[in-house]
């Protein structure tokens, strides 16, 4: 008698999400913010340049975890519908 083995793979439809982070201009703030994403799950980044973060999210929830994440690492996300901290964060190069 043979067994077999069935894989199966879910695919989500993931979101694609742009962001404004107007402090995060030099290659030092973009690496900063790369690194502190980077162990997101759910989250693929297209796009990372000055002012400007391009990402497709697998839900409102991960993306909700990024801009907080973003935000934790000293950055503001202009534009976006999460409630956003009340301290303005000017990023690391600022000041």
Known sequence: ??????????????KNVELS??????AHCQARVNDAIAAIKG?????LEAG???V??????VRKELV???????YKVDGDDIEEDS?????????
Do not use: A
């Not at 982070?21 to 030099?26: L, T, V």
């Not at 989250?43 to 796009?47: A, D, M, P």
């Not at 497709?56 to 929830?61: G, H």
């Open 87 to 95: 301290s303005p964060s000017s990023g690391c190069c600022s000041n």
């Open 56 to 61: 497709s999210v697998e839900s409102d929830e």
């Open 21 to 26: 982070i107007p402090g995060m201009q030099s």
């Open 1 to 14: 008698m043979q067994k077999f083995v069935i894989q199966t793979k879910i695919y989500l439809k993931m």
């Open 52 to 54: 400007k973060l391009s």
């Open 43 to 47: 989250i693929k980044v297209e796009k």
């Open 68 to 74: 907080e994440t973003i935000e934790k690492t000293g």
